[in-house]
């Protein structure tokens, strides 16, 4: 099968449209990687182990009330989609609504992520601190 022809089991059961799953998983990797490029652009000198390293409080993960509305809303659609067949909802316009508008939220809470790397990345310098250094003594 093609890479695209492989689905995420609820998806691929029938059960939760793929777009929802899309922007579900999309907006996750995103957040992931937005972190990922703060711990590296802060950290003072690389390494793999210290990108990683959750421990040493680089970066404080402070939710907002988007994320967390966002967070039930996903919840109740898994809920909502697995119990479609039992509560006979497959064809619900109230659930067809109900994930449109976690959809709608998920895109809304990654677009308030996004403008907060951006304030965040605006006070880090330029280039992360080991590149600096690194400069400096060559």
Same mark, same amino acid.
Request: with cysteine; net charge positive; aromatic share 10%.
């Given at each position: 099968?093609? #890479?695209?022809?492989?689905?995420?089991?609820?998806?691929?059961? !029938?059960?939760?449209?793929? #777009?929802?799953?899309?922007? +579900?998983?999309?907006?996750?990797?995103?957040?992931?990687? !937005?972190?990922?490029?703060?711990?590296?652009?802060?950290?003072?000198?690389?390494?793999?182990?210290?990108?990683?390293?959750?421990?040493? /409080?680089?970066?404080?993960?402070?939710?907002? #009330?988007? /994320?967390?509305?966002?967070?039930?809303?996903?919840? !109740?659609?898994?809920? /909502?989609?697995?119990?479609?067949?039992?509560?006979?909802?497959?064809?619900?316009?109230?659930?067809?609504?109900?994930?449109? +508008?976690? !959809?709608?939220?998920?895109?809304?809470?990654?677009?308030?992520?996004?403008?907060?790397?951006?304030?965040?990345?605006?006070? +880090?310098?330029?280039?992360?601190?080991?590149?600096?250094?690194?400069?400096?003594?060559?």
């Amino acid at each position: 099968k093609q #890479w695209y022809q492989r689905r995420v089991a609820i998806t691929a059961g !029938g059960l939760m449209p793929s #777009w929802l799953v899309f922007i +579900i998983l999309g907006r996750d990797i995103i957040l992931l990687c !937005g972190g990922l490029a703060v711990k590296y652009k802060s950290l003072d000198k690389f390494s793999i182990k210290e990108l990683f390293n959750i421990a040493d /409080g680089t970066i404080e993960v402070k939710p907002g #009330w988007h /994320g967390k509305v966002n967070m039930c809303l996903q919840l !109740g659609a898994v809920i /909502g989609c697995l119990g479609a067949p039992i509560w006979s909802l497959q064809d619900s316009t109230y659930l067809q609504a109900y994930l449109a +508008i976690t !959809g709608v939220m998920g895109v809304y809470s990654l677009v308030q992520y996004i403008l907060t790397y951006k304030k965040v990345m605006g006070k +880090i310098h330029s280039e992360p601190k080991w590149m600096e250094e690194s400069k400096k003594d060559s």
